[in-house]
Every structure is written in C-alpha cells, then in structure tokens.
C-alpha cells in the first residue's frame, strides 16, 4: 500500500467509495481551500527484484497515482474553528454583557466568513453548557449530538516512532 497526495484524477475513485459508504452527506467539494489535507492510500503495484509487489508507503510523496492503481481509502482534513469567549463576569449587568456578547458575535461570524470558514464549533464547559447552550441557540448555534465527536491531540512527528 501507498499513501501519496490527492489528484483530480482521484475524484471519481472518492465519489465511489463514498458513495458504497453509504453515509447521508454528500461528498465535499475538494477543490475548497479549507482542505488542506488530501491523502489517498491506493495499491502500490512497484515490482520487487522477486518479481512480487512491494508494499510502501510514503505519505506527503507528491506523485500522482497511474489510473491503474486502485484506490482503497483517503484522508481528508478540512480546517474549522473552534470559539472562545472571553467576557469579563466582573464587568456590567447581564445584560449589558448579553449585548456585548451580541455585538461581538455578529462582528465574529462576519469576520470568518471573509476569511473563507464555513462552519464554528464551541465546546461548552459543564457548568454553563445548560444555560449558556439556551442562549447561543438562540444566536442560531445548534447542538449537534448526531455525531460523536473525537479529538486527537498532535504532538510532534520526532516523538511519535512508527514501527
């Protein structure tokens, strides 16, 4: 197996395998520049000196695959954002921080969009998610248990030894 980067040509390899998938989203638009990871894993059919197949894999390797290479999976990361509110409890009424909070919101959202975001994620802390979750819902935020969410903390390649 290899892994090297995407290609156009892979495209229709991807609308396939997402489709046998089965997962009710559609396929999202690759050529969006929030994609800034696009890594395929296809058979590597490079003859050894046996004449057998020899596995590789070389991920970040930017050749583009021969249409004889099948495509088995791929890796796709699209940049988000997550938010942080900082917003001094000290300070004003409820209600001023309320409207405060709505003056920085909208300027916020407008702000991400120019810059090409489509999407914000919050994670609220336990002891404000029921109170707080009631307000910005009202802001248009959703909270989205559909799926499951995951976070993998990245730490440096020279700490991480694969075998």
């Given at each position: 197996?290899?892994v090297r980067?995407?290609?156009?040509s892979?495209l ?5 395998i ?8 559609p396929?999202p638009?690759?050529n969006?520049?929030l994609f800034v ?16 197949e020899e596995?590789?894999?070389t991920?970040?390797?930017a050749h583009?695959?021969?249409s004889?290479?099948?495509i088995?999976g ?5 940049l ?5 509110l900082?917003?001094d409890?000290k ?7 309320w409207r405060?909070?709505?003056?920085l919101h909208?300027?916020?959202e407008?702000?991400a969009?120019?810059?090409g975001l ?8 336990p002891?404000i998610?029921?109170?707080f979750?009631?307000?910005?819902a009202?802001l248009g935020w959703?909270r989205d248990d ?5 976070c993998?903390r990245?730490t440096?390649p020279?700490?991480n030894s694969?075998?």
């Open positions: 197996m290899r980067e995407y290609t156009e892979d229709e390899a991807l609308r396939a997402h489709s046998a998938q089965g997962f009710e989203y396929l638009d690759l969006n520049p990871t696009k890594l395929i894993l296809s058979e590597d059919s490079r003859l050894s000196s046996a004449g057998g596995a590789a894999s991920a970040g390797a583009p695959a021969p004889n290479k099948k088995i791929a890796a796709l990361l699209r988000t954002a997550e938010a942080y900082l917003l409890p300070v004003g009424t409820p209600r001023e921080r405060w909070l709505l003056q909208a300027a916020t407008r702000d969009w120019q810059r489509e999407d914000v994620h919050a994670w609220l802390p002891p998610a029921s109170k979750g009631k307000r910005i009202q959703n559909t799926w499951t969410p995951y993998k990245l440096s020279k700490n694969c075998p």
